[in-house]
Nanobody
Framework: QVQLVESGGGLVQAGGSLRLSCAAS????????MGWFRQAPGNEREFVAA????????SYADSVKGRFAISRDNAKSTVYLQMNSLAPEDTAVYYC??????????????????WGQGTQVTVSS
């Protein structure tokens, strides 16, 4: 079992930055692939970024490539999403997710086994 708690969301102006954190509890984190997803009002949840257990493999949605960076600290059981150059279209609830096992490439995109409650990110124009 993995429990996930996101933090770091908030209101930011366009062009600004935020760093989301996801604290995980449970032994499974040490061998889990981690991801970030988001869901805007009226839209389906979409993939944002993911990282392998070792951190050696990452994947990003085209819409965030070059602006967002995912990282993890396995000693702290925490995964991060650094978001730069934020735009109003980045406004959404951001969810942290965990997938049992170590994956890379296309498999980083899911499916995922555990989900956090989400944290709101609002970007004003």
């Amino acid at each position: 079992q993995v429990q996930l708690v996101e933090s770091g969301g908030g209101l930011v102006q366009a062009g600004g930055s935020l760093r989301l954190s996801c604290a995980a509890s449970g032994r499974a984190f040490s061998t889990a692939t981690m991801g970030w997803f988001r869901q805007a009002p009226g839209n389906e949840r979409e993939f944002v970024a993911a990282i392998s257990w070792s951190g050696g493999s990452t994947s990003y949605a085209d819409s965030v490539k070059g602006r967002f960076a995912i990282s993890r600290d396995n000693a702290k059981s925490t995964v991060y999403l650094q978001m730069n150059s934020l735009a109003p279209e980045d406004t959404a609830v951001y969810y942290c997710a965990a997938r049992r096992g170590d994956y890379s490439g296309r498999s980083l995109r899911g499916p995922y086994d555990y989900w956090g409650q989400g944290t709101q990110v609002t970007v004003s124009s």
